[in-house]
């Protein structure tokens, strides 16, 4: 069955700080990786998009990077903030030959910033 | 910015009753997308449509559900007959295409609770 495994599954780290959360996965054929931020009772909203070929993607103060030999990804976080804290979703995309449209979720890792 | 919406933001029903959900997507999105999310647990997807036809749809999506898109901006998700384990926050997304590097953006999603 394809996974998409996040670690840790929550984090509390100090305003200001740096953190790195984890996600591997084993579907397969592979497209593209997503990771997406959800606030509690918001819909996920995308961060960055990675195809197979790519190693890093920026979007501000967050970078993925993606090894698809080994078939795990990271998100990093600079310089955390308060508005950072929410859940940050790993999503896995299978390629298909007329939709690219079916995201598969991991259960996503809690980060609480805390002043 | 455009942005997906929904409608209601919560529904209650009682076991048994019909619901539908309603999405404006964003107005230039050609691709229509359901996922759902039961607490505590990850996003999953649901159903793709698009061209006034379902793309795929996962093994949750029975004949229990179906979508319509009615008219040039709302595109609805329907459940006949619901049951307990239908209780979930629904999020409809879009997207311009459905290519490898093409962003869903996702609605703030509806809170459905079966009794």
């Known amino acids: 069955k394809n996974q998409v495994e996040q670690s840790p599954q929550s984090l509390i780290i100090l305003e200001g700080k740096n953190c790195t959360l984890q996600?591997?996965?084993?579907?397969?054929?592979?497209?593209?990786l997503r990771w997406y931020k959800q606030d509690t009772g918001r819909g996920p909203v995308s961060l960055t998009i990675?195809?197979?070929?790519?190693n890093t993607k920026s979007n501000g103060r967050y970078t993925a990077t993606l090894d698809a030999d080994t078939k795990q990804s990271s998100l990093h976080i600079t310089a955390s903030q308060l508005s950072d804290s929410a859940s940050y979703i790993c999503?896995?995309?299978?390629?298909?030959?007329?939709?690219?449209?079916?995201?598969?979720f991991g259960a996503g890792t809690q980060v609480v910033v805390t002043p | 910015e455009p942005e997906v919406t929904q409608t209601p933001s919560h529904q209650v029903t009682q076991m048994g009753q019909e619901v539908i959900l309603r999405c404006v997507p964003i107005?230039?999105?050609?691709?229509f997308y359901w996922y759902r999310q039961i607490l505590g647990q990850k996003v999953e997807f649901l159903v793709s449509?698009?061209?006034?036809?379902?793309?795929?749809k996962s093994e949750i999506f029975d004949d229990q559900f179906s979508v319509e898109r009615p008219d040039g901006s709302n595109f609805t998700l329907k459940i006949r007959s619901t049951k307990l384990e239908d209780s979930a926050m629904y999020f409809c997304?879009?997207?311009?295409?459905?290519?490898?590097?093409?962003?869903?953006?996702f609605g703030p999603g509806t809170r459905l609770t079966v009794l």
């Open positions: 996600c591997n996965y084993t579907v397969s054929p592979f497209s593209n």
């Open positions: 990675m195809t197979f070929s790519e």
């Open positions: 997304a879009s997207s311009e295409r459905a290519r490898r590097q093409d962003t869903q953006y």
């Open positions: 999503v896995v995309t299978r390629p298909r030959t007329d939709s690219w449209g079916k995201l598969q």
């Open positions: 449509f698009y061209n006034n036809e379902i793309s795929e």
């Open positions: 107005s230039n999105h050609l691709y």
